[in-house]
């Protein structure tokens, strides 16, 4: 099993649309969850750290569920500007601070 | 906003020779990172740097593989005998400390080896 998993898309949807992303990860130890975004050929960016308890920043809206070892993202009213791929992130353990990264979701926002 | 800054953005090179790749992490940061991506393949941990030594360091980073931290402001990433293999864009990270370790990632060195 992947140490983080997620379904590499493409996601495409018209702009205002709301759009989940889903991701697993395997190692029940893991302590800290990300998400970045990544536009082409460009360096992976915080978007969020993602809380047991969820966590909102504007249109975005990430939640954790560490019993089935799940994380997700939700974007709402997508903007053209929201195009890119999407990766989930986990710290393995809490006494590592290496971050492993899933493959990756791409989103297109069409006009 | 602070950030992460990388030099050369991009670095062509010959098998076997050795290249330097710079970085000037965020200034009130602790800890640095090295991470690298081939092209269309996720990123990878290369290593992590704390208190002017490697905290850890992934199965890629062999002993062509070196880091160090020159001065108060570079961290570099040595490659001794470069391979084909080696070609990626690799990337700087660092981050503050304490949880949950947010990395803040520099715009990468696109590292191709002919």
């Known amino acids: 099993r992947k140490e983080v998993e997620q379904d590499p898309g493409p996601f495409n949807v018209p702009e205002g649309a709301t759009v989940a992303f889903n991701c697993t990860y395997s190692n029940s130890a893991s302590q800290s969850f990300f998400w970045y975004r990544q536009d082409c050929r460009k360096e992976p960016k915080l978007l969020m750290s993602v809380y047991s308890s969820g966590n909102e920043d504007g249109r975005f809206t990430a939640q954790l569920n560490r019993a089935s070892q799940y994380i997700s993202l939700l974007i709402r009213d997508s903007k053209l500007s929201d195009s890119a791929t999407y990766l989930c992130v986990v710290n393995p353990s809490g006494s590592a601070r290496q971050l492993t990264f899933g493959s990756g979701t791409q989103l297109t926002v069409l006009p | 906003e602070p950030e992460v800054t990388q030099t050369p953005s991009h670095q062509v090179t010959q098998m076997g020779q050795e290249v330097i790749l710079r970085c000037v992490p965020i200034?009130?940061?602790?800890?640095f990172y090295w991470y690298r991506q081939i092209l269309g393949q996720k990123v990878e941990f290369l290593v992590s740097?704390?208190?002017?030594?490697?905290?850890?360091k992934s199965e890629i980073f062999d002993d062509q593989f070196s880091v160090e931290r020159p001065d108060g402001s570079n961290f570099t990433l040595k490659i001794r005998s470069t391979k084909l293999e080696d070609s990626a864009m690799y990337f700087c990270a660092s981050s503050e400390g304490g949880d949950p370790y947010e990395q803040y990632f520099g715009p990468g060195t696109r590292l191709t080896v002919t």
């Open positions: 200034s009130n940061h602790l800890y």
């Open positions: 740097f704390y208190n002017n030594e490697i905290s850890e």
